[in-house]
């Protein structure tokens, strides 16, 4: 299934699931900037993502993972968007100023490599599965680590000069990008979201635009 059909000179393939956060930040990039790709579900709960077929595909057997037209294949959603970036540089998700561009990385990183890393379903999986804790504690795990990442973009965002409409200035970043899918994971085990308005100001102005919500779970193909 091909989505967002526009003409593009490039054609890729993404390998992705519906809830993954991970995959939901580069469906955003690619909407963003307008490109078209075939969209390739693999389903993660029912563990499509360890067959043998996959491991050809990805060699960590995660999603998401993009496939190039010319049969190159990308891993890890931030430097698969940075490879957007690069190749497709319209509309930018990088602002041009080094300091500027660094602050947006730091915002991504706070949430791809501080929140989500400890929080993926193969983690929440061995908590459950091999530590045996109940699904009570398995979601306060989740909770706590969710809420206060998210109370440490709060901080970030809060009061900055350079936080806009967006995380930075007027316009989406890779910042937004990753922080929206954080969001509706957050809502999925009923965090708490009181705390960080000026995140939540942020993640509503970021799903009034079309790349954003065409983009989300409820969206995908795949979606269950």
């Known amino acids: 299934m091909t989505l967002f059909n526009r003409s593009c000179a490039t054609q890729m393939e993404l390998f992705n ?17 307008g490109l078209d790709y075939t969209y390739t579900p693999v389903h993660l709960a029912a563990g499509e993502h ?8 990805s060699a960590s057997r995660l999603v998401p993972t993009l496939r190039e037209d010319s049969g190159s294949l990308l891993t890890q959603s931030l430097a698969i968007i940075e490879y957007l970036e690069e190749i497709h540089p319209e509309p930018a998700l990088l602002p041009k100023e080094a ?12 949430v791809a490599c501080e929140i989500h890393p400890i929080n993926n379903l193969r983690v929440l999986r061995y908590l459950t599965a091999d530590l045996k804790l109940s699904e009570g ?11 206060s990442g998210l109370s440490v973009v709060e901080r970030q965002l809060a009061g900055h000069p350079s936080t806009g409409r967006f995380c930075h200035g007027d316009s989406p970043t890779m910042a937004d990008i990753t922080l929206v899918p954080q969001i509706f994971n957050a809502k999925r085990f009923e965090c708490r979201l009181d705390h960080v308005p000026t995140v939540m100001r942020i993640f509503e102005q970021c799903m009034g635009l ?15």
């Open 137 to 147: 504690d398995k979601n306060r795990w989740y909770q706590h680590w969710v809420e």
């Open 50 to 57: 360890l067959r043998e077929s996959y491991a050809t595909v």
């Open 99 to 110: 300091l500027a561009r660094a602050r947006v990385r730091a915002l991504a990183y706070d």
């Open 210 to 224: 079309a790349a954003f919500s065409q983009a989300q779970p409820s969206a995908c193909p795949d979606a269950q």
């Open 17 to 33: 699931y519906f809830r993954s956060s991970a995959s939901f930040r580069v469906r955003i990039a690619l909407a963003l900037k």
